[in-house]
């Protein structure tokens, strides 16, 4: 008869325990995207559409939403227009602080990928 270690327990019941959280305590993360379309409200709230949805605890998840006015918000809006300009893709790490019921970007980049 084969004794597990406290060690080999502890192993098994994270790993199990793991297994049983739900997905969604996963939702925010690195995603990439195909933009679809980029712009901007009057009031500094801007868009990016993005296909496929975000993986997010927010109600709507066709968009990335970001303030313009925030620090480094004018760089994430420049570069998802790049990316839109240029035909290549957008990693988002995606967070769950939502705008309107969309998710914002904690950080993104252009991809070819």
Not at 75 to 88: P, R
């Amino acid at each position: 008869m084969h004794l597990m270690t406290e060690l080999e327990n502890e192993i098994h019941f994270t790993i199990f325990f793991t297994l049983l959280l739900p997905v969604s305590l996963y939702a925010s993360g690195a995603q990439t995207f195909e933009v679809e379309f980029v712009g901007c409200f009057s009031d500094g709230r801007c868009y990016i559409g993005i296909e496929p949805s975000a993986v997010t605890e927010c109600v709507n998840k066709s968009q990335i939403r970001l303030n313009i006015q925030n620090p480094g918000a004018n760089a994430q809006y420049a570069a998802a227009l790049t990316a839109y300009s240029a035909s290549h893709k957008l990693r988002v790490h995606v967070q769950d602080n939502c705008i309107n019921g969309y998710p914002t970007p904690d950080y993104l980049h252009v991809t070819k990928e």
